[in-house]
């Protein structure tokens, strides 16, 4: 079970360095490029390749424009509905965008088509918990993630939180 988490970690390094590159200086050279390839009608294959798309997507995530990357990313869905890191990356930005009831569908098919099943169920569980204030159904999804970590202190931590708010309510 480590390099699954070992490989989401090297994963959000990478995205975070991108993401400096991109507030140091990177980001014209990134809304050049994309300036140009959404406005040159010669360009029009490309947004259909979702190669590109993908590369778009990504480097707008990686830039924090959610609402653009989400629209990419609903795109990049209707290419491929069987990628789970397009549904993941779509709740995610729905997240950001404050649409957190809206993120949970996507969330939920992320982890359905098996992509980051413990980070698609620990963002649901922090969504019901910290989010839709309802931490039964938090607890039916921190659950989810420990039997796929039992060890996760992250997740058990959340889980005392509510036990501990739970005892709380009820004295």
């Known amino acids: ?30 809304e050049e490029k994309q300036n140009l390839i959404e406005s040159d009608s010669s360009h029009s294959t490309l947004n259909t390749d979702s190669s ?4 778009m997507a990504n ?25 789970g890191q397009f549904y993941f990356r779509k709740a995610y930005c729905l997240v950001q965008l404050n649409r957190h009831s809206e993120s949970v569908k996507y969330y939920l098919k992320a982890a359905d088509l098996g992509f980051e099943r413990f980070e698609s ?3 649901l ?11 039964k159904q938090a607890v039916i999804y921190f659950k989810k993630c420990l039997e796929i ?23």
Not at 20 to 28: L, P
Not at 128 to 135: A, E, L, Q, R, T
């Open 1 to 30: 079970m480590k390099a699954p988490r070992n490989r989401f970690w090297l994963i959000v390094t990478s995205l975070m360095v991108l993401t400096v590159q991109c507030r140091t200086g990177h980001k014209e050279q990134v």
């Open 121 to 123: 169920f620990r963002s």
């Open 59 to 83: 480097i707008l995530f990686q830039t924090n424009e959610y609402q653009k990357a989400l629209e990419k990313y609903n795109r990049l869905i209707e290419l491929d509905s069987l990628n």
């Open 125 to 135: 569980g922090i969504t019901y918990s910290f989010v839709i204030k309802n931490d």
């Open 52 to 55: 590109m798309i993908k590369t």
């Open 149 to 171: 970590d039992p060890n996760s202190e992250e997740v058990k931590k959340f889980l005392r939180e509510i036990q501990k708010a739970s005892d709380n309510k009820s004295l």
